[in-house]
């Protein structure tokens, strides 16, 4: 299930954000991006509909993924 990330206080959608960033160590090449630059990284494919904010019922976990990969 989607979860209508504007919905969500700013101060959780951040936590969720950083606590994705941090779990999924993506490796962004050469340059090194610090947490901050990352979470506005997620934040804005939130804003554009590239990436969503899903609910798991069956693992009651909340991830976030690239809207082409949710079959929900």
């Given at each position: 299930m989607i979860i209508p990330w504007k919905d969500l206080?700013?101060?959780t959608l951040d936590n969720l954000i950083e606590s994705f960033v941090l779990r999924e160590g993506t490796d962004y090449?050469?340059?090194e991006r610090s947490l901050e630059q990352k979470v506005k990284d997620v934040r804005r494919?939130?804003?554009?509909?590239?990436a969503v904010l899903?609910?798991?019922e069956?693992?009651?976990?909340?991830n976030?993924?690239?809207?082409?990969?949710?079959?929900g």
């Open positions: 206080d700013s101060e090449g050469e340059q494919q939130l804003a554009s509909g590239d899903v609910w798991s069956l693992h009651e976990t909340v976030i993924m690239p809207r082409g990969q949710f079959n």
